[in-house]
């Protein structure tokens, strides 16, 4: 369980990060607001490729949240996400109302990455 409570905090830490990131961006945006249209469009092939990256950010962490590298076969992923549910799902905490909040956020992230690969 400590494994999954340590996947859990580098989420919450990647989320803060992502956070960060989007404000530092938003205020970079109002520090030069004389930015014209032309050159907002002349820029967006780095948004995309920024997307991309991100896009491939979010694929890796999805992997982690699993405990599996970004090479593992789909096989892989589908007995990590078994084996996962299985260790903390909510109904095995039934006597620990606190212990069964955190397994049910850890499951929704198990289930987010599970879908999303």
Known sequence: ???????FRSLEIEAELQKLRQELENSANQE??????????YTSPQNSRSDSVMNEEKRIRFYAI??????ASFKEVKQAYKQLVKRCHPDLFFHNP????????????????????
Do not use: C, F, W
């Open 66 to 71: 699993l405990g599996l590298q970004p090479d």
């Open 1 to 7: 369980m400590d494994n999954i409570e340590d996947k």
């Open 98 to 117: 606190q212990l069964r909040q955190k397994a049910q956020e850890v499951l929704t992230k198990i289930n987010q990455a599970y879908n999303e690969l």
């Open 32 to 41: 030069n607001p004389s930015t014209s249209q032309s050159n907002r469009t």
